[in-house]
Structure formats: structure tokens, C-alpha cells
């Protein structure tokens, strides 16, 4: 699922450029992300970790400079980018946008085709 309606909106996290190993996942897939960021040298005050988009956090651990976050992919995920939002003891709250990419299914647009339905008649 796109979520472009994610740059259009004030979050009222602190916005730090992230970087993160590996950067893309595959549906199905459970991995241990190593994150880190320049401007974040203390990792042990988060609280809370938060996943948007196709992905869903199932453990996190502050290794130092590093937070090591391990995460599972939905079978049946979409393609797309996914976001992550760190929450600190502090009440600081970090927003990594596109943060890693899935490299899922693509979603299926349901248009009118123009295409008549044949449905029995009782006439």
C-alpha cells in the first residue's frame, strides 16, 4: 500500500535521516533490521518501536549506537515503502520515512473495464 498521504501530514516527530541493514525485504521474510542514525547515539531509551506499512514489529533491542529490530513481512504484503516510529523515555518521537522497501505484490486497481457482465436471464 502507498503511503504518499504520509508527506502530507504534520506527524510531530523529529524527521533524522536513518540508515538501516538490509533496506529491502521480501513477503514472508522475518529479519533483524540494524538501525542507526547520526544524530541518535543512545538507543536505550526507546520505548516503543511502530511500523507502517507492510511490515509488523516483533522485538526491538538497543545494541549501543545501534537498534537491532526484528521484524516479519506479511505473505501477502504489498510493494512499497515502509515507515518506522521510534518513541523515547524523553517523549522525543523519530519518524523514518521510506525507511526500507518491500518488494511485494503489486496492488491490483479495480476499474470499469467496459466489459458487460453476462449474467443468466430468466426471460
Known amino acids: 500500500t502507498g503511503a504518499g498521504w504520509l508527506e502530507d501530514i504534520d506527524t510531530g516527530a523529529e524527521e533524522v535521516r536513518f540508515d538501516v541493514t538490509p533496506d529491502t525485504l521480501s513477503p514472508g ?43 516479519q513481512v506479511p505473505q501477502d504484503a504489498y510493494a512499497g515503502a515502509a515507515h518506522l516510529v521510534f518513541e523515547f523515555g524523553d517523549g522525543e518521537v523519530y519518524l523514518a520515512r521510506d525507511l526500507l522497501f518491500i518488494l511485494g505484490e503489486q496492488e491490483e486497481e479495480f476499474a470499469d473495464t467496459g466489459l458487460v457482465d453476462e449474467t443468466p436471464s430468466d426471460d
Do not use: F, P, R
Open 29 to 71: 521474510t522475518k529479519e533483524v533490521l540494524t538501525i542507526s542514525a547520526e544524530t541518535i547515539t543512545d538507543w536505550t531509551q526507546v520505548q516503543s518501536v511502530t511500523a507502517i506499512g507492510e511490515l509488523e514489529v516483533l522485538d526491538s533491542i538497543s545494541a549501543g549506537a545501534e537498534l537491532l529490530v526484528t521484524v
